[in-house]
């Protein structure tokens, strides 16, 4: 289950890769494919954007979540097993 932070980081994390792959950082990078990451950042959402949908949908993505509130979103009684008792 991807909890709404881990969402966040993915999208940000993806443009800063996006950013680095068609600034020319990585080496010998086919010009062909610094040209699609430059087409894909193009729409790809801005601080903006993610500023926006935290504050409209933070159940969806936010930047950071409390420890406790992060603990109860992630636990998915239909996953996790309980314990088995020792004889």
């Not at 996006?18 to 430059?38: D, F, I, N, T, W």
């Not at 636990?75 to 996790?80: K, L, N, R, S």
């Amino acid at each position: 289950m991807t909890l709404p932070d881990e969402r966040y980081r993915s999208v940000r994390n993806t443009a800063e890769f996006l950013q680095r792959l068609a600034g020319g950082v990585y080496p010998r990078v086919p010009k062909a494919v610094r040209s699609e990451a430059l087409a894909l950042l193009r729409h790809y959402p801005t601080q903006f954007d993610l500023d926006q949908i935290e504050r409209s949908a933070p159940h969806v993505m936010q930047q950071r979540m409390e420890p406790l509130h992060r603990m109860v979103a992630g636990y998915d009684p239909e996953v996790t097993q309980p314990l088995e008792k020792p004889d």
